[in-house]
């Protein structure tokens, strides 16, 4: 069996990857796995820069996960009777967790735009339009 210690997931949902509640891995879109660190942050470079180009807000972390968004990217919960914003995730892990303090990269620590803190308590389900509580 193949073991990979990093791996990028590019995620599409309603809550921030660094949070990791509970389900947070049915709002992965893709996933690609590496060997190698450097290979890893190569590759996690270049979808951030894909995303730089196709939205126009960010909040980018040293932790290397960025979270992108456009308000358009919103939907309207009933339970909480506010809109939530959707967003476009990527995320470098390191053994399935958090990489490590010693890998942190203080050059991806910025933001473009700013967002509404999220008071609902519900997780919406992108892909049938419902909440879940």
């Known amino acids: 069996m193949e073991e990979f210690m990093y791996r ?15 389900g947070w891995e049915d709002d992965i ?15 996690y470079k270049q979808k951030w820069l894909e995303l730089n180009e196709h ?26 009777s506010e809109d939530v914003q959707f967003f476009h ?3 470098l892990l390191e053994d399935e967790h958090k990489i490590p303090k010693s890998k942190l990269r203080p ?4 933001e473009r735009g700013s967002r509404k803190h999220r008071s609902c308590q519900y997780t919406l389900d992108s892909k049938k339009g419902t909440t879940l509580s």
């Open 8 to 22: 990028v997931i590019e995620m599409y949902g309603d809550c921030e990857p660094w949070w990791f509640l509970e």
């Open 29 to 43: 879109v893709s996933s690609r796995k590496f060997e190698d660190y450097y290979q890893a942050l190569k590759y």
């Open 55 to 80: 939205f126009p807000s960010y909040k980018s972390r040293s932790d290397l996960m960025t979270i992108f968004w456009d308000t358009k990217e919103q939907e309207w919960c009933e339970d909480c």
């Open 89 to 91: 995730s990527i995320v």
């Open 107 to 110: 050059g991806y620590e910025k």
